[in-house]
């Protein structure tokens, strides 16, 4: 090939496994752990719904494990205390968002929280490992959602939305 010539076009690369990599090291990950639980004990206790419990569970055996070893205390302490300047730090990234995106955002935990609440009536709670691990799952996708969603609405709301992008007239043919 030529010096200067352009290469084969590359396909884009896949964004699925991306995604998931991107949502562990987000920010807003602490945030989204350490209000996950509270939001699984809630949920838990007042829907009287024990398949919500796993991350308010998961808490539990935290908080107990802490209060006998010292290194688990400083390492809680450390993800409790990094939750908030990471948050801060999602904010800003998340200042330059487009409506569009984030309507989808909000679209998307509807369908998470819809299709859950559908699960439910239609799934009758038999304790099994399985069920808890799907909707332990479907409240982690459905909370992490709204939490970013949640973040990049108080960002639209207070530096305003970026302007679409314009559009290109047709070039000649």
């Known amino acids: 090939m030529p010096k200067g010539a352009a290469g084969p076009a590359r396909k884009p690369p896949r964004q699925g496994f991306g995604r998931i990599v991107r949502l562990f090291f987000s920010p807003s990950f602490p945030l989204v752990l350490v ?13 009287a719904a024990p398949e919500f419990g796993l991350w308010a569970l998961l ?3 935290v908080l107990r494990y802490v209060r006998f070893e010292t290194w688990a205390a400083l390492a809680l302490a450390l993800l409790v205390i ?39 009536t ?16 479907l409240l982690f996708i459905g909370w992490n959602g709204a939490v970013e969603a949640a973040i990049g609405t ?3 709301a207070i530096h305003g ?3 679409a992008a314009p559009e290109r007239p047709p070039e000649p043919v």
């Open 82 to 120: 990094a939750a908030l300047p990471l948050a801060w730090l999602a904010f800003r990234q998340r200042r330059r968002l487009r409506r569009s995106r984030l309507l989808g955002e909000w679209v998307f935990v509807a369908v998470v929280v819809a299709f859950t609440a559908c699960l439910r």
């Open 154 to 156: 108080l960002a639209v």
């Open 35 to 47: 209000s996950l639980c509270g939001v699984s004990y809630l949920l838990a206790s007042s829907l």
């Open 161 to 163: 939305a970026e302007p």
């Open 122 to 137: 239609l799934w009758e709670y038999d304790a099994s490992d399985r069920q808890i691990y799907v909707y332990s799952f």
């Open 59 to 61: 808490a539990m055996r």
